[in-house]
């Protein structure tokens, strides 16, 4: 696959002043440090001294002491390999990487639910596989409601029950009856299927509620396509839920977006666009436009669209398309709120179930939901 | 001044990398571009490879063509030396830098009041020196309402008019009268002239209009004052206004938040923490400790505080002080929004007063003062 994006040159000077910041040791201190910093700065100033790109040195960033303990150990946690650049050969390689890592996120799914008192029941709504996760008790207020959750995972990963963990966390931490659909994803099954099936799911949902005391959401891929679900929703008629909660939401499958620049290798998530991210992309559009509206929902007209809380985090490689579907909804008069989590790459908030960060979170979707879903 | 950070080492093979990365053109593509990434990915991974701190590559990052043009120009533009690395050696040298500074400023005003159609009244509130920014019709839905403004600047820059140019924009995108005052500020007054004099214009704007009807906004320094302000008004049994606006607020000013790290050397504001934002520290405080809450808010309790609207950038080096106010505020049970903009540096939202982001910003921040004040 043809590598769409120049690497950049970075200036010979600048470089130099790298390599011989190398010689520096993390216990030298003072004068030394000072003149390091000195050669550092001045080289920075002569490489940004012009109007253009922005030059910025190679560094070691440590673990921010301002996330809490057990986000800590995400953001320290090394680059997930082969996750983030898998770059299978054919069809038969995808579906063997796929299942290996979605089993063994599965296998984790159990004991999780367990601790959270979540049951996972398989079924069938519209035609199309799915799970109800419940809580242990489900809240007076929350009897009538029912979410939609649409799972991540860039249209190639998390089939089955490994993409179910979000759901779970909504229903453990909102107290909320979900149903998290399991959508027909590429080599085998590239676009539209995956929106066939959201569809299907919401028209189905539609008989088992009323939209007014319904809400859709899902992270990333998840996230994009509850957008996409509202734009194809008003394209056909549809009734719309009373609320949206697009996480990080992977709105433009291009590499458009400021932090897809300045979040790449820093994010240990999805480290960078070049990974397994643009062949997702190009496996999911299948040879169409891959700024298509309904694939890339960040092109379509926002206007109409139900309240909608976005979550984002400051090493998200998303951070950019978050924050830019954000100013969409609110320039389209949509009600919009945003929350970003310090030190947080891309949907760390559904990493460790137990991270205060993540009951934050859900805790903050819960909250909006309450406020716009009816009873 | 000692440098207190440690410059992390870079391992030798990446540098080495990093230098070989440098021979590539940017005409250069295909092939040699992909073996250039190879490269770097495999750098990349195994720097990568454990947990720990994150290594990121130095490299040039393209100005994103998801700003506005005007906002683009802004993003472009070259470091601002010597605003963001002055290290003044002596009070004379602070004042006749920042005095030439706020010349410039303070002229480039004239143009910009007469073009927004923003008048100034120099004034006298509880003893301070401040201006009355009015803009040509005051809506009457904002006839009995009254904004204070705080300025920013690092508790060293933008004395006199220099500090009134966002009291213009908020005069004239949101259709208020504002007062803008001139605080005391180091060398000569080290905290805490200016948080004195900050409240006694905030008791005099008590007998001016009812504080249901008024909000306290500020920008970087600004913001973090405002923060405190709201602090030292809770502790002397001082009426709130009814919300505040405190813009990617100083609300620390130790080197704490991971954006101090993460957007070091592309924030072509601020720089980086050891420019002048460490000595300017040390100047205000004047020997206090910089966590005494009273000079960094983040560390208050927000118990209480009136309904905030907070706005930062993705470039930004205080966007982790941004997101963790507004998380703290929220977790505080404060209702408080969060927006951020697209490959913005800090406080850029007040560099072009027309552009599209900025009429955003104001006007954002306007909806929510109408929403929350009085009338």
Redesign the interface.
Known sequence: M??TR???????A???A??S??V???AV??RS??A??AT??AA??AA????????????????????SRELQ?S?????R?PNW?ADPKSPEEWKELVNKLASASAAAQVGIREKLGVTLEPTLIGGVKAFILSPKVIPAVNQNRLLVHVHGGGYVYNPGEAGTGEATLMAAYGGFKVISFDYRMPPDYPYPAAMDDAMAVWKAALGLQNPRNMAIFGTSTGGGMTLAMILRAKQEGLPLPAAIAPGTPWSDLTE????Y??????D?VL??Y?GYLSRAAQLYANGRDLKDPMISPIYGDFTGFPPAILTSG??DLF??LT??T??KL??AGVEA???????MSHAQYNFDPYAPETK?TFG?IARFFDKHLGR
Chains 1, 2 share one sequence.
Do not use: C
């Not at 120049?6 to 010979?12: F, K, M, R």
């Not at 709120?337 to 030190?343: D, I, K, N, S, T």
């Open positions: 043809k590598i120049l690497y950049a040159v970075i200036p010979l600048l470089a130099a790298l390599a910041a190398a520096a040791q993390d201190v003072g440090m000072t390091e910093y550092l700065e920075q100033n940004n001294g012009m109007a253009g790109p922005r030059t910025v040195p190679g560094r070691s960033i440590p673990v921010p002491n301002t996330a150990v953001i320290a946690a090394p680059y390999v650049n458009t977006g400021d932090t620049k300045t979040n790449e290798w820093l240990n480290v960078s070049n400051t090493r951070l950019s924050v830019l954000h100013r609110r320039r709120e945003l929350q970003v989590f310090e030190g934050e903050e």
